[in-house]
């Protein structure tokens, strides 16, 4: 996306720290939307971001989707959810 627009790739740490703190409002809305449908939510951000601090690349460079080591994170995650 950043390429299409025919601007510079933006530093790396720049662009983590401000796709982490995109995350607490994509969750806030999700949990808020699950809530009101009696949905149950599951938050995931905590485990991924104390992955992201130990070191593991949870996410792509450039992409806020999960590598394969976020997608073992969150799996984790869920599992300790469902009591397994």
């Known amino acids: ?23 607490d409002v994509q969750e ?7 809530a009101a449908r ?5 938050s995931t951000t905590a485990a ?5 601090a130990r070191g593991i690349p949870a996410y792509f460079t450039y992409d806020p ?7 073992a994170v969150a799996a984790e995650r869920l599992a300790a959810a469902l009591g397994r």
């Open 48 to 52: 991924l971001r104390e992955a992201v």
């Open 1 to 23: 996306a950043f390429r299409d627009r025919g601007g510079p790739l933006p530093p790396i740490e720049g662009f983590r720290q401000h796709m982490l703190e995109r995350l």
């Open 28 to 34: 806030n809305t999700l949990r808020d939307w699950c």
């Open 38 to 42: 009696e949905i149950g939510f599951v």
């Open 65 to 71: 989707h999960w590598t394969e080591a976020g997608h």
